[in-house]
């Protein structure tokens, strides 16, 4: 496993795809790791990197030109627990059963990233033979108990290899919200195509960059998304390894994310609308180096926005707190520089944020039943990626005067 940073020299970098040198475009300032949520005496010795992302003319892919180690990020102490959100188990009920439909005799099911097992277990129920590589030992342990096939492991090439002597080659490799996650993505591809029987496929969803760009959801920029991609990017990563797109389809998750169906090349049908998104790539202007000069002057834009909006309120003496504390969340306390000075505390439903402070500019994290106890005039919705779920459960906010303030698709109060 290659986890170095790609740099050349101060200000160059190197593509973790293709190897070609980058220039930052933007700078987001010095970040926190995202899912650090820590206690008062951690906060001298907290972790910071210089967040920048780059995008690469050469293979088209929206990076991060350096972040911290895996190892400080996916650990025993990992905070984010897929289970939480019932929404994403029905979600992931769906995604299994796509995936169902792909498999052939005595099927062998590969996820990464598989966290809790909110995924894996809709194969486990059915008894079809699965393995999970989960390396943050808290979520992973979670799974085990429930009787899911892990292994506490980063997945990269040479895992793969064991993988094979062990188990024999897999039907469906599986992934969500993880793929991105890697800088040594090459690892993974090299794995995938040991991993894979001739006839399997690949199948994994991440936030899309179509949709970062389009609402300037820079939230979705922060430690552990080493990657934003786009269909263009992904058919260049697997094209170096003969393999291909087979399908494309955008979903609703993560603020907007994008499912990407993979096999060896001329193994199986290709889906038209793998051409109509490559397309409408190219109409929005992803593969364009001016797109990302105006994205930079759009995050900079709902910075001031934000930032006036929160302080109107206060200077009107209302109180503010956030809801629900997301790894998004911390990209933007820490970009528009949001301290308690602006937000009492963020209610969250995850007992391990629950009496810590969020990464970077410490504003307490309350459990989420103290919000009906205590409601504020606003509350920042954070989780805006859960809001249906959140709305429904929280409507007497609502009826009893509060106010939510929304920054996605864009800033206003509802
Ligand atoms: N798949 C789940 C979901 O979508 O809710 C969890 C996503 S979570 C954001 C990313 C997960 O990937 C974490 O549980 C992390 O520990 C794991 N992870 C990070 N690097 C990995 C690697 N190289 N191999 C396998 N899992 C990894
Ligand atoms: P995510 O956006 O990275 O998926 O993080 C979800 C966070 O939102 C997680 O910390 C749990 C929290 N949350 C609540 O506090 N209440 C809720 O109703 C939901 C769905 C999530
Ligand atoms: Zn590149």
């Known amino acids: 496993m290659n986890e170095n940073n790609s740099k050349i020299n101060a200000s160059l970098f190197q593509c973790w795809v293709c190897e070609s040198t980058l220039e930052p475009f933007m700078t ?6 995202a899912n650090n949520f820590l206690s008062e005496k951690e906060f001298n010795d907290e972790y910071f990197f210089e967040m920048e992302p780059a995008f690469c003319n050469q293979c088209n892919t929206f990076q991060l030109v350096r972040q911290p180690e895996p190892q400080q990020m996916f650990n025993e102490k990992y905070a984010f627990f897929s289970g939480t959100s019932q929404f994403m188990g029905k979600h992931f009920e769906k995604f299994s059963k ?7 005799e005595d099927p062998f099911v590969v996820e990464i990233g598989s966290n809790d097992g ?6 486990a129920n059915k008894n079809i033979k699965h393995l999970g590589v989960e390396p943050s030992s808290n979520v992973a342990m979670v799974a085990k108990e429930k009787g899911i096939n892990t292994t506490i492991n980063f997945f990269d090439k040479d895992l793969a290899q064991k993988i094979v002597k062990g188990y024999g080659q897999a039907s469906a490799f599986i992934a969500a919200n993880v793929m991105c996650h890697i800088p040594y993505i090459k690892s993974i591809v090299e794995g995938i195509e040991v991993l894979l029987r001739p006839n399997g496929v690949v199948v994994f969803e991440e936030p899309y960059l179509g949709e970062v760009i389009d609402k300037t959801t820079y939230d979705q920029i922060y430690d552990e998304h080493t990657f934003l991609f786009s269909a263009h990017s992904v058919k260049y990563l697997f094209g170096q390894y003969d393999m291909e797109l087979i399908n494309l389809e955008p979903q609703a998750t993560h603020g907007g994310s994008m499912r990407y169906t993979i096999a060896r090349k001329g193994t199986r049908t290709i889906n038209k609308t793998v051409n109509t998104i490559l397309q409408s790539e190219e109409e929005l202007g992803l593969n364009d180096p001016k ?3 105006q994205f930079k002057q759009n995050c900079e834009n709902d910075r001031i926005q934000l930032v006036n909006l929160l302080e109107q309120i206060r200077k009107k003496g209302k109180s503010i707190s956030g809801y629900a504390a997301t790894s998004k969340s911390t990209t933007i306390t820490n970009y528009c520089g949001i301290t308690t000075d602006l ?4 209610y969250d439903s995850t007992p391990i944020k629950q009496g810590q402070f969020n990464p970077g500019t410490h504003i307490p994290i309350r459990p989420h039943q103290e919000f009906k106890e205590n409601y504020p005039d606003y509350a920042v919705l954070f989780g805006y990626n859960h809001s249906k779920e959140i709305f429904a459960k929280e409507q007497d906010f609502i009826e009893q005067g509060g106010k939510w303030i929304v920054y996605v698709p864009q800033i206003e109060i509802i």
């Open 28 to 33: 987001f300032g010095r970040m926190p790791i």
């Open 98 to 104: 796509q995936v169902l439909s792909y498999l052939d």
């Open 118 to 123: 909110i995924m894996l277990s809709n194969f």
């Open 291 to 293: 797109t990302y000069l």
């Open 343 to 346: 937000i009492d505390c963020i």
